[in-house]
């Protein structure tokens, strides 16, 4: 008989922070920081009401969140890793440049924090291409 997948998280990982910086012709630069909280299913992404972040053109801070949700995302629904998710991922503190902040940066940045947050779990996580 197959153990049952592990629910994750199995218990609140807060503070999980990230910055991915390259520095080369195609420079990337995100910083998050995100909490994981135990949800009853699926996954769900918010951005906290108190943060702030100060980056021109402001419109672009929305798809830079969506693609940090989309990596946790991503990284979590990998099957090597043997989990359901069943998660809420609250935004609570980002930073921008206008020289290398996009979108690919923010969905690394994202892809991080959650294979950090599985790292505080004890799951034993194999290389990948965006491990710095």
Same mark, same amino acid.
């Given at each position: 008989?197959?153990p049952a997948?592990?629910r ?10 990230v910055?991915? &910086?390259? &520095?080369?012709?195609?420079?990337h630069f995100?910083?998050?920081? *995100? ?6 299913e699926g996954?769900a992404f918010e951005v906290a &009401?108190?943060?702030t *972040?100060h ?6 801070? #929305? ?11 991503? &990284? ?7 989990v *359901?998710?069943?998660t809420? *991922?609250?935004?609570r503190?980002?930073?921008?440049d206008?020289?290398g #902040?996009?979108e690919?940066?923010f969905?690394? #940045?994202?892809y991080?924090?959650?294979r950090?947050a599985?790292?505080c ?6 290389a ?5």
């Amino acid at each position: 008989m197959t153990p049952a997948p592990l629910r994750f998280p199995p218990h609140p990982i807060r503070g999980v922070r990230v910055l991915h &910086q390259k &520095q080369n012709c195609a420079p990337h630069f995100a910083e998050i920081e *995100v909490d994981f909280e135990p949800a009853a299913e699926g996954f769900a992404f918010e951005v906290a &009401q108190e943060l702030t *972040v100060h980056y021109e053109p402001a419109e672009a801070l #929305s798809r830079f969140f969506e693609a940090a949700a989309l990596g946790i995302k991503e &990284q979590l629904s990998l099957p090597e890793h043997g989990v *359901v998710i069943a998660t809420r *991922v609250v935004l609570r503190r980002a930073r921008a440049d206008t020289f290398g #902040s996009h979108e690919l940066a923010f969905r690394i #940045s994202g892809y991080l924090a959650a294979r950090k947050a599985l790292e505080c779990t004890g799951r034993p996580l194999t290389a990948a291409p965006y491990d710095e």
